[in-house]
């Protein structure tokens, strides 16, 4: 039975509010009542002081803050009504394709919260953060084997920021042998991120095709690789969830006319055990601590994207690095080097986000090394039998996969059919899919293929809910070959219906009209 139409929703701010209660003032602010307190403090048997006397006149407010005055219940209140209004990984399966959404331990958390770590103030002088020092200096080492490259940086924030890095390195290669290469090969299965890199750093992109096994077109390769290439950025596994055939000839090719190669390695949790990219010739990889090393995201951080290289980058790594050196009494000692003359600088304030590190340390290290190569290998298989469950029945018929070969963690599916014999495009599909209670995968990504939706099961779900995915599917096609007016309008039964998502951008509204 498929989750009710409830077309009056359609006025309904939230399935658990009544209307009066959704009308009522939404943000925080318009709860504010002049005088209202959260708390109260007793009196201080301190002599007030005027703060014109503590703070420069320059630095004080002219007008108060504006905080909202509320009680403390409401406050309560009004963050848990929110957090409801939103579909989280404790909720449900969350298959969003390129991004890992997958169950983050308790434990990371746990470890991630004792004060010492979620305490310790960032300019915290190296001589007083041993501790810090030495958790970063040993998650250098771990990810440095994972990756198959002797030397990591963690400062990249951010897996786009790893690539940005990665290229600032590239230039500072060349420019140190007195080489100036302009340009930087993209395939067209590359995440979006490279190609804006890229351009970022101030080189030109050069795309390369994608042949029909889904991998890189090796014949547009070898008439694009010459001396003017600074580099190829690989994602691989690449956009349509396959490993790439010819990856060491690919290697040798660029490496041959000078060039680097760079692998994103965003999506590690695919062949993390399995493989490594420093094997396969890469010069430069990021990874990234928020997807396949457990630390949640989802809405914008914190992050971390940190790099690994070989010893022809090493000298150019930013400033500064987590070293160890022998200490006192035989016990090493950590510290930040900063004589790094051929250094591309640093990339951030402070160290980084510290908190990133203790999970994705925790998690590597309550896993180790069988359970990590498990882990891959299990994404691979959900992924995998997700594919053919999806196959079958009504999905294969209408939504086939975009390249019939054996996936890793993901794989992207095409609604083109669909679109054309059920009048539904694959964004009505990922609405209705809300109804049915699972956050829909990601959707018209890649470009390359028609209708795209990119499914990323991940190792943490039971197989009934891959089953039961599979069947929502199944359900809302069959609904769709009788009605397909029942997914155009969904959802139905989210606080939030089908969203104007370009008067959203055109036109955002960000506070209630008065
Ligand atoms: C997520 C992702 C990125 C970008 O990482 P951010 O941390 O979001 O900047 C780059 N490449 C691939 C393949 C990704 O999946």
Do not use: W
Not at 332 to 346: C, E, H, V
Request: hydrophobic share 35%.
């Amino acid at each position: 039975m498929n989750p009710e139409v409830d077309t009056a929703a359609r006025d309904r701010t939230g399935p658990d509010e009544t209307p009066q209660q959704a009308d009522r003032a939404v943000t925080i602010f318009e709860k504010s009542v002049p005088g209202r307190r959260a708390c109260q403090l007793p009196g201080s048997g301190v002599e007030e002081v005027p703060l014109a006397d503590l703070i420069p006149s320059h630095l004080l407010r002219e007008e108060p803050a504006g905080l909202p005055e509320v009680s403390e219940p409401e406050i309560i209140r009004h963050y848990n009504r929110l957090s409801r209004r939103n579909f989280d990984l404790d909720t449900g399966f969350y298959p969003l394709g390129s991004c890992t959404m997958k169950y983050n331990p308790r434990l990371n958390e746990r470890v991630a919260a004792l004060p010492g770590h979620a305490r310790l103030h960032p300019a915290t002088a190296p001589g007083d953060a041993q501790g810090a020092l030495e958790l970063m200096y040993l998650l250098q080492e771990a990810l440095s084997e994972i990756c198959g490259l002797p030397h990591v940086s963690l400062q990249p924030s951010a897996g786009s920021q790893g690539e940005l890095a990665g290229l600032l390195l590239a230039r500072a290669c060349h420019a140190d042998q007195g080489r100036n290469p302009g340009k930087v090969l993209i395939p067209d299965t590359s995440h979006g991120t490279n190609p804006a890199s890229v351009s970022m750093a101030g080189y030109e992109v050069v795309k390369v095709a994608t042949d029909g096994q889904g991998g890189v077109d090796m014949e547009d390769l070898r008439a694009k690789v010459d001396e003017d290439v600074a580099c190829l950025m690989l994602t691989n596994p690449n956009t349509l969830g396959v490993f790439d055939r010819n990856i060491t000839e690919i290697a040798s090719l660029v490496h041959e006319a000078g060039g680097l190669l760079y692998y994103d390695g965003a999506n590690l949790n695919a062949i993390m055990g399995q493989c490594r990219p420093g094997d396969m010739g890469f010069d430069i990889v990021h990874v990234n601590l928020h997807k396949s090393f457990s630390q949640p995201h989802g809405g914008g951080g914190p992050g971390a994207g940190p790099i690994a290289v070989s010893d022809r980058v090493e000298p150019y790594i930013p400033r500064p690095q987590v070293v160890k050196s022998e200490g006192e009494a035989g016990r090493p000692a950590y510290d930040l080097d900063f004589d790094r003359p051929k250094s591309i600088g640093r990339l951030r304030g402070f160290q980084g986000n510290f908190g990133v590190f203790v999970r994705s340390y925790a998690y590597i290290l309550s896993l180790g090394a069988d359970g990590l190569a498990e882990a891959s290998r299990t994404a691979v298989l959900h992924a995998n039998y997700l594919k053919s469950r999806l196959a079958q029945g009504r999905a294969g018929q209408y939504l086939p996969v975009a390249f019939e070969r054996h996936c890793m963690h993901e794989f992207v599916l095409s609604g083109a059919p669909m679109k054309r014999e059920l009048g539904i495009r694959t964004l009505d599909l990922a609405k209705r899919l809300l109804d049915f209670g699972f956050h829909p995968p990601t959707v018209y990504f890649p470009l390359l293929v028609d209708e795209a939706l990119m499914v990323e099961p991940v190792e943490t779900e039971a197989k009934e809910h891959l089953d039961d995915f599979a069947e929502a599917i199944e359900s809302i096609l069959e609904e769709a070959e009788q009605d397909p007016g029942i997914a155009s309008e969904a959802p139905y039964t989210t606080p939030v219906r089908r969203l104007d998502e370009v008067g959203a951008t055109r036109r955002p509204v960000i506070r209630q009209p008065d």
